[in-house]
């Protein structure tokens, strides 16, 4: 157990929007702090990386959690299958039983748990649906449990944000589904937070569900209005249609904002229903702050105002892994008799390794890809129309990368600091793809540097091997463009 003064917790989805957000609040507030992930090398580069425990577990596996839970005070269960596909609600509730009995046999003294708001007398959305099953699983473990219940979550990089400012900012004009009516509490993250680290101190008797939401109660068409207003936008025209469907609904938005229609599709669905807080006992136990919780318009310019400063800490698309970490790496050198093709080029140039470098990791997003930009876009719609997940994801920060973070259409699996970036597409491929940079001091000269670029696909089946040859004819274009681009954009740098 912790030392006295402080909880040892637990925060399982350590990788994702909340998670990684939760993690030095509650070493701030004098906790220590042990996270469960399936891939420990995605938060080695996070700023908080060195002051944590980390246990190794995949949530469904019984053994790998309960070794997590071994002698924690609180477990922070921050898991959800959003976007994950048609069967999330199975997976939410096999992971939700695997903690549920891993908590109750190891003793820990309390689960909290981050759902969402129920409306009474309605149909809920599969979405609202399993995180109201997930809750009753936790409530039902025989361990002390608090059950936080939120509407739309207000913070810079959450998909729910993210839908609301790309809807907002792209489209004066808006031709909307019903759901822009439906009556809304959305609760800044930084109040989300809060609540989070308090309830590690809530007494043992407490165990039950509460509402938490911000200040004001609105529809969507409001939000995006006093987004707008925030914003130092024009008023939008907002024209209802009642006969978009959810699905429709969801493609509609996956075209328009960063958010692919997978994970639209549930919160959209989400929507149609009244999210409105029944009570505010939390207040008894976690009090407002004195100045009261965070308003719309507030939470908003804080966002708005991280967004433009390139200062986002976390990010809904942290958590997207379409990838499972048993997947095979370019570096395996034996595929099982399947195949492996790779496009590599070499570039030496006069700038030194550091500015190449810099390049490097500054690649994507706003900065583009350095070759045949209109091949990138083309290949970014082609992602969306087929519910991937585009470009329009970018960057979290628009200079530096950890390792997780996602990068418009790919994800860093490797980076080593000056020397090493590597890629795994995230685009839809009938096959695994993967991009690597490699800077290094050109030993032959004496100065400048060699910058060394692999392009590696393992195809899946016959499709795989038509798509690699379908565009092969392109790849001096792109890649070879690509590595004499960023080559010429670190000599103009130096």
Not at 7 to 25: D, F, Q, S, W
Not at 90 to 107: K, S
Not at 150 to 170: K, P, Q
Not at 189 to 209: K, T
Request: charged letters at 25%.
């Amino acid at each position: 157990m912790a030392s006295e003064g402080s909880k040892l917790c637990l925060v399982t989805g350590a990788t994702g929007y909340i998670g990684g957000r939760l993690v030095p609040e509650l070493l701030a507030a004098g906790h220590k702090v042990r996270v469960m992930t399936r891939s420990p090398e995605r938060i080695r580069d996070h700023p908080w990386a060195g002051d944590v425990e980390v246990a190794r577990a995949d949530a469904a596996d019984a053994e790998q959690v309960a070794a997590a839970c071994a002698g924690v005070d609180v477990v922070y269960y921050l898991i959800h299958a959003l976007g994950t596909g048609p069967e999330f609600e199975e997976t939410d509730r096999r992971t939700a039983r695997v903690m549920a009995r891993a908590a109750r046999e190891a003793g820990v003294g309390r689960l909290v748990y981050l759902g969402a708001l129920e409306p009474q007398g309605e149909e809920l959305s599969p979405h609202l649906r399993s995180r109201t099953e997930v809750g009753e699983i936790l409530l039902a473990s025989g361990v002390p449990t608090a059950v936080l219940r939120a509407a739309v979550v207000l913070g810079s990089g959450s998909a729910s944000f993210e839908m609301l400012r790309h809807l907002t900012e792209r489209l004066p004009v808006m031709v909307t589904p019903r759901w822009v009516h439906s009556r809304i509490q959305p609760i800044a993250v930084r109040d989300v937070l809060r609540y989070l680290v308090g309830c590690a101190e809530l007494p043992a008797s407490v165990h039950r569900s509460f509402d938490i939401g911000g200040p004001d109660v609105m529809n969507y068409a409001e939000m995006m209005q006093r987004y707008a207003a925030v914003a130092d936008l024009p008023r939008r025209r907002i024209l209802p249609v009642p006969l978009f469907t959810p699905s429709l609904s969801s493609h509609w938005v996956g075209l328009i904002t960063p958010v692919p229609a997978g994970i639209a599709r549930p919160l959209v669905e989400s929507l149609r229903n009244t999210v409105v807080c029944g009570e505010h006992d939390i207040a008894e136990f976690i009090p407002d702050p004195p100045d009261g919780l965070i308003g719309f318009d507030e939470a908003v310019r804080l966002a708005v105002a991280r967004v433009r400063d390139s200062t986002v800490a976390t990010r809904w698309a942290s958590a997207s892994t379409p990838g499972a970490p048993s997947d095979p790496l370019p570096t395996d050198p034996d595929w099982a008799g399947g195949s492996l093709y790779v496009d590599e080029r070499t570039r030496a140039t006069s700038a030194a390794p550091e500015e190449v470098w810099r390049v490097v990791e500054g690649i994507g997003g706003d900065a583009g890809w350095y070759s045949f930009p209109l091949a990138w876009r083309v290949r970014g719609w082609l992602d969306r129309a087929v519910g991937g997940v585009g470009l329009r994801r970018g960057r979290r920060d628009p200079q530096r990368l950890y390792v997780g973070d996602a990068l418009d259409f790919w994800r860093v699996e490797e980076l080593e600091k000056g020397r090493l970036l590597r890629l795994r597409a995230e685009m839809r491929l009938p096959g695994l793809a993967w991009l690597e940079f490699h800077v290094e001091h050109d030993a032959a000269e004496g100065a400048g540097t060699v910058l060394r670029q692999r392009a590696t696909f393992a195809p899946h089946g016959l499709a795989g091997h038509l798509y690699w040859w379908a565009v092969a004819a392109f790849h001096g274009f792109v890649f070879g463009g690509m590595v004499k681009g960023i080559a010429r954009a670190a000599e103009q740098r130096g």
